[in-house]
C-alpha cells in the first residue's frame, strides 16, 4: 500500500506562492496517475490537477489553470503542485492521491490518498 504524505502548505498573503511537495512511500509512484484535489470547510473534494505517470501529460482544473503547475521527479518519488498568484478563494486543505492507469478528475477514482495540507491565502 502506497503512503502519501504532503507538504509546503501555510499561509501567505493574497497574489503570494507556495509549492507543495507529495512524497510517496513504500513502494514506487511508476505506472500510477496521480492528482491533487483540495476542500474547503463546508464545500465537496475538487479536482485541481493531474499528472500522467511519464509527467508527460497534465490536466488542470479551470480555476487554476496558468496559476497553479503539477510535476513529479520519478527518482525522488515525488510529486508537486507549484501555486503562483493565490487567490483567498484557493483556501482549503490540498490532498495528493494515486491511481493506477490515467489521470482522473473524479476523486472517487483513485485509490489512496495522503493525509492533506493546510493552504491560506490572506486577502
Known amino acids: 500500500q502506497v503512503q502519501l504524505v504532503e507538504s509546503g502548505g501555510g499561509l501567505v498573503q493574497d497574489g503570494g506562492s507556495l509549492r507543495l511537495s507529495c512524497a510517496a512511500s513504500v513502494r514506487t509512484l511508476s505506472g500510477d496517475a496521480m492528482g491533487w484535489f483540495r476542500q474547503a470547510p463546508g464545500k465537496e473534494r475538487e479536482f485541481v490537477a493531474a499528472i500522467s505517470w511519464t509527467g508527460g501529460s497534465t490536466y488542470y482544473a479551470d480555476s487554476v489553470r496558468g496559476r497553479l503547475t503539477i510535476s513529479r521527479d520519478a527518482a525522488k518519488n515525488t510529486v508537486y503542485l507549484q501555486m503562483n498568484s493565490l487567490k483567498p478563494e484557493d483556501t482549503a486543505v490540498y490532498y495528493c492521491?494515486?491511481?493506477?492507469?490515467?489521470?482522473?478528475?473524479?476523486?472517487?477514482?483513485?485509490?489512496?490518498w495522503g493525509q492533506g495540507t493546510q493552504v491560506t491565502v490572506s486577502s
Open positions: 492521491a494515486g491511481r493506477p492507469g490515467y489521470p482522473e478528475q473524479d476523486p472517487r477514482k483513485y485509490v489512496y
